[in-house]
Nanobody, 122 residues
Framework: QVQLEESGGGLVQAGGSLRLSCAAS????????MAWFRQAPGKERRFVAS????????IYADSVKGRFTISRDNAKNTVYLQMNSLKPEDTAVYYC???????????????WGQGTQVTVSS
């Protein structure tokens, strides 16, 4: 079993920056991926970014390309989401996830964190 815990959410002004962290603990798993999703009130959970753990290759949703960066620290078993140039439409609960493949589909992921709130004011 793997446990994931997000941190770093908060309230920021439009144009500001925030860095989310997701610490993984528990039993290790094979070559796979970690990802960030977000969910605004009344909306579907949407893909944000993913990273293949072993090689560090990344993919991004079009809405965040050029503004967000996903990365991982092998020694700390932690994945990060650096968010720059934040917009009000980025407001959502952000979730980290882990699974066998870096896909944009929530059912592909076996483990989920509890979520952290990000609010961007205009």
């Amino acid at each position: 079993q793997v446990q994931l815990e997000e941190s770093g959410g908060g309230l920021v002004q439009a144009g500001g920056s925030l860095r989310l962290s997701c610490a993984a603990s528990g039993r290790t798993f094979g070559r796979g991926a970690m990802a960030w999703f977000r969910q605004a009130p009344g909306k579907e959970r949407r893909f944000v970014a993913s990273i293949r753990w072993s090689v560090g290759s990344t993919i991004y949703a079009d809405s965040v390309k050029g503004r967000f960066t996903i990365s991982r620290d092998n020694a700390k078993n932690t994945v990060y989401l650096q968010m720059n140039s934040l917009k009000p439409e980025d407001t959502a609960v952000y979730y980290c996830a882990a699974g066998p493949a870096a896909t944009p589909l929530p059912p592909s992921y076996d483990y989920w964190g509890q979520g952290t709130q990000v609010t961007v004011s205009s």
